[in-house]
């Protein structure tokens, strides 16, 4: 079946983060949001018509992960990426964020250090602070366009009070999809002072050829046995709001703990509809799942081409996966609030702030272009004209 991503749909008015907290959040309604991230598409019609199926059933109590489901999780990730895992390994949690504040909360104490390699998910640093942990950066370096990690840095920084390492596998927001050897010096390096490792994977589908997906955990069995995989179906198939994903725990002694911790919350129950969907997609999205990716491919190619054209001040972090593009606006010399009011009152566009993301987020922003062509088209030409008028003034 051919998927028609160019297909606009609206999503005003259908209680969306994205689309409905326009006012709330950037002041105005009228701007086109490319913030939040989540994708403008239909998921795939197998999930879609599953769901159909299910809410046409129409009871809908309390539901268990069954043995099918738990096969499709394993399926996945030993077709797609060669990486075998037990179904007794996987974890449930509503969603990955949850997930790491139940992680937060079983291996570690209030006033530990955690790493985190900024500029990063936003929401590592929301869920640590809450819970009064430290949160200890380990900022990576950008060199002629490209984002690394900086070992030496990150061995400075352990010592007996970290206690953990957030890894975003691949990074949001600056689509690194971390290859083998940096995914192995970096756990060496955890394995011998023992810091467990945290690898959030959420975004381990959305990769561009030629780059490839590696688990952190399926690197060793030392690694698998010192790590916790979040993983979920929920930006691959834009299913976000289904919230299920599964947290894959090799080592029985963490697994039990992260599991007292999701029965301690009342957490184990899965979403009615999310448990399908999930199932679903795994076991009939793949062919959604290919095109989806060469329409991103598309689109980030038309906006890179755009940027180098129209506007090269503008530099494009080429992101190896994931479908946020991590935009450099320093050459401009503009100040936060400047940079902000441009983009939203010339432009008419909501990014996300780059300082959100951390150290290091400042001059950039993050642009989610998930989007139909004709909508990322538009968007472009808006910031021509917003920051043609800038070079004038
Ligand atoms: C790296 C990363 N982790 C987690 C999340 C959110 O996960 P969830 O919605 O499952 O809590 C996001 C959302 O953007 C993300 O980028």
Request: hydrophobic letters at 40%; glycine letters at 6%.
């Amino acid at each position: 079946m051919k998927y028609n991503f160019d297909q606009v749909i609206n999503r005003r008015q259908t209680a969306s983060k994205k689309w409905d907290t326009l006012q709330e959040h950037f002041g105005t309604d009228s701007i086109t949001p490319m913030w939040v991230a989540d994708m403008d598409f239909l998921s795939p019609a197998p999930v879609i018509e599953a769901l159909r199926e299910r809410a046409d059933q129409g009871v809908f109590g309390y539901s268990i992960r069954t043995d099918s489901y738990l096969t499709s999780i394993v399926d996945w990730f030993k077709r797609r990426y060669k990486w075998s895992i037990e179904k007794e390994w996987i974890s449930h949690s509503p969603g990955i964020v949850p997930a790491l504040s139940l992680i937060i909360h079983s291996f570690t104490q209030p006033g530990d250090k955690v790493i985190v390699q900024s500029p990063v998910h936003h929401a590592f640093y929301r869920v640590l602070k809450l819970q009064g942990r430290e949160v200890v950066e380990n900022p990576l370096r950008l060199e002629n366009g490209r984002y690394t990690m900086d070992f030496d840095d990150l061995e400075a920084k352990l010592d007996s009070t970290v206690k953990m390492i957030f890894l975003c596998n691949p990074h949001n927001p600056v689509g690194r999809v971390w290859n083998k050897e940096e995914l192995t010096k970096l756990g060496e390096i955890c394995m011998k002072h023992n810091i467990l490792v945290v690898s959030d994977e959420i975004h381990c589908d959305l990769v561009f050829k030629p780059h490839t997906y590696v688990p952190f955990a399926s690197i060793s069995e030392e690694f698998a046995n010192h790590s916790i995989t979040c993983i979920a179906p929920s930006k691959t198939f834009n299913l976000v709001g289904l919230q299920t994903s599964g947290i894959i725990i090799q080592n029985a002694d963490i697994r039990t703990k992260f599991e007292g911790a999701v029965n301690a919350f009342s957490l184990a129950t899965p979403n009615y509809f999310g448990i399908v969907a999930l199932e679903s997609a795994y076991r009939h999205g793949e062919d959604w799942l290919n095109q989806l990716l060469d329409y991103l491919q598309g689109n980030l190619q038309l906006l890179t081409e755009f940027f180098h054209e129209h506007l090269p001040e503008i530099k494009v972090i080429q992101p190896e996966g994931t479908y946020l593009a991590w935009l450099d606006f320093r050459d401009f010399n503009l100040d936060r609030e400047e940079l902000n009011q441009l983009v939203l009152e010339e432009a008419h566009i909501g990014f996300d702030d780059g300082p959100i993301f951390g150290s290091g987020g400042e001059g950039f922003m993050r642009m989610n272009f998930a989007c139909p062509r004709s909508v990322l088209e538009k968007s472009l030409q808006q910031l021509k004209q917003a920051f043609t008028l800038l070079e004038k003034v």
